[in-house]
């Protein structure tokens, strides 16, 4: 069975400063990776997804295979992205009605200080 | 184009009650999930439609919880003799498609706050 863990409940850091919300999975497969965003009384939407390989509002995330790892990173926070943030995976290939359901994390509350 | 939208928003009961909690996906999107987000539990995954095919129960806690998707619209998430620690944010996503090795994005309702007494 997958697994993913997000180690840190609660991340805080100044404006400015640069972020690294981590993420570990576990899946004996090839896993498509996720981050989910929750702002303050907004739903819960897709950030960025490890196959598309780009930058959303700064913010980066590279699968290592090697070590399992999907952490988000973005150089410089702002207070904006002070949000709820969700590692979620994917088994793939899916295949009919097998592996679409995504696996989430329990989630780091990013608190970015002016 | 109007999104994800669930129903009622909050609800409260009283323990040994049924609750209904209704998902209205995004017109055309062939998948459906719902997904539970508990205090200090994180989103767990509940049960997946995909059009016709039989549905994906894997992820449902208990027989108390069933659910349903009619004419591949509307689905409905029902939680039969309420416990408390059912208590939770429950939540409806929808994409377009699924399968074929390609993932289509998820988008999510704004969820169903149920708290049981």
């Known amino acids: 069975a997958q697994r993913v863990t997000q180690p840190e409940k609660l991340l805080s850091v100044f404006k400015g400063a640069p972020v690294e919300l981590k993420c570990n999975y576990s899946y004996s497969g090839s896993p498509e990776l996720f981050w989910y965003v929750q702002y303050s009384r907004q739903r819960l939407q897709l950030l960025l997804r490890h196959i598309s390989r780009e930058s959303i509002k700064g913010f980066t995330a590279d699968l290592n295979k090697g070590e399992t790892s999907f952490h988000l990173k973005k150089p410089f926070a702002q207070e904006e992205d002070s949000a709820m943030y969700y590692c979620?995976?994917?088994?793939?290939?899916?295949?009919?009605?097998?592996?679409?359901?995504?696996?989430f994390g329990g989630g780091t509350r990013l608190m970015v200080k002016p | 184009g109007a999104g994800v939208s669930q129903s009622p928003s909050n609800k409260v009961t009283e323990k040994g009650k049924d609750v209904e909690l209704r998902c209205d996906p995004i017109?055309?999107?062939?998948?459906l999930y719902w997904y539970r987000q508990s205090l200090g539990q994180g989103l767990e995954f509940l049960i997946y439609?995909?059009?016709?095919?039989?549905?994906?129960k894997s992820g449902l806690p208990s027989d108390r919880f069933s659910a349903e998707r009619t004419g591949g619209s509307v689905s409905t998430l029902t939680i039969q003799r309420t416990q408390q620690e059912d208590s939770a944010v429950y939540l409806c996503?929808?994409?377009?498609?699924?399968?074929?090795?390609?993932?289509?994005?998820?988008?999510f309702g704004p969820g169903t706050r149920l708290t049981v007494t």
């Open positions: 439609f995909q059009g016709n095919s039989a549905p994906d």
């Open positions: 017109s055309g999107h062939t998948a």
């Open positions: 979620a995976l994917r088994r793939s290939p899916a295949t009919g009605n097998a592996g679409n359901m995504l696996t």
């Open positions: 996503a929808s994409s377009s498609r699924t399968g074929g090795g390609l993932s289509y994005e998820q988008y």
